[in-house]
């Protein structure tokens, strides 16, 4: 081969390469490089819509997801489907500058339809609550924002080591998280509400599983010998309503230490199972849970 030719083929095959790596990571989460503040913001998701308030972005805030309900002014915006069905028209219908969802796959193909038709779109992760604090500071830039970012993430972490601090002396009491009742499905050691059960001075009463919500039969369940017993409620109009179903369905299971000592608690799910800025108050509510000896006062498992 003609060495000036060779020359130009490994010149070309590095162009080619830096060109690739560059594209990659300009589109890595679906965010034009671009130094314009945006505008107007869609978010179809209830976190990420907590999120952009708490970082003092509500004038840019044009649309939500019909499922965003905190705080009380989301009531005001326009709706852009449900999150698990987001409606591309109607974000299309929002102008918006910037939208930002969740990755999963009915979020993820919305947002890879609106990148394709030019619409700068920012897609998280939260799953964890590392993954918390990383989306946080990621809307916080994309939406020209970080300093409030910051702001946020330490108001946040210094709730969390506040409380964390009050439950570290405790003894560990073993937790079971219920997701439903029949069949019994609860949350497992790889979820976020495990690491707020740790955060809250207990343990999972249940094992590792493969899956994050596994279902559980009775030999299980007895096995864990759960010291608390925590579901969130279906509906919030009317927990004490709940609560009373609930005993009565535990009730079959005399034996096991949350039921015998009366420790099972149907709380408002939205504070702790929606991952964003309300994570402290998640916290103390499952603190009040495991803990009311230390936190016997300003907080109700069921509000």
């Not at 193909?109 to 799953?127: F, H, Q, T, W």
């Not at 976020?192 to 899956?211: S, V």
């Amino acid at each position: 081969m003609n060495k000036r030719l060779f020359t130009f083929l490994i010149i070309l095959c590095c162009v080619i390469a830096v060109t690739a790596v560059l594209t990659s990571l300009k589109n890595k989460n679906h965010v034009p490089l671009s130094s314009n503040k945006p505008a107007r913001i869609v978010s179809l998701a209830p976190d990420i819509t907590e999120i952009l308030f708490a970082l003092g972005l509500d004038e840019k805030i044009v649309a939500v997801s019909s499922d965003s309900d905190y705080p009380p002014e989301t009531a005001k915006k326009d709706k852009v489907g449900t999150f698990w069905q987001p409606n591309t028209e109607a974000v299309i219908a929002s102008k918006p500058d910037l939208v930002i969802a969740q990755w999963f796959e009915q979020q993820k193909a919305v947002a890879d339809s609106l990148n394709r038709l030019g619409y700068p779109v920012l897609i998280l992760k939260m799953e964890k609550i590392d993954e918390l604090f990383t989306s946080i500071q990621k809307i916080g830039d994309a939406a020209g924002s970080p300093q409030a970012a910051v702001k946020l993430l330490d108001n946040i972490h210094n709730q969390l080591n506040a409380l964390q601090s009050k439950c570290k002396s405790a003894e560990k009491v073993k937790v079971l998280w219920v997701v439903q009742n029949e069949p019994l499905r609860i949350a497992g050691r790889n979820t976020f509400i495990n690491e707020m059960i740790e955060l809250a001075g207990g343990e999972n009463a249940i094992g590792p599983a493969i899956q994050q919500y596994p279902h559980i039969g009775t030999e299980q369940l007895l096995a864990g010998g759960a010291d608390v017993i925590i579901q969130s409620a279906m509906k919030t109009d009317n927990i004490e309503k709940e609560q009373q179903a609930a005993e009565n369905f535990w009730s079959r299971w005399p034996s096991l230490p949350a039921v015998k000592n009366k420790r099972i608690y149907v709380v408002n799910g939205d504070s702790i199972l929606r991952l964003g800025p309300r994570l402290p108050r998640g916290l103390e509510i499952i603190a009040h849970c495991l803990h009311p000896e230390i936190f016997p006062e300003g907080t109700n498992a069921g509000k």
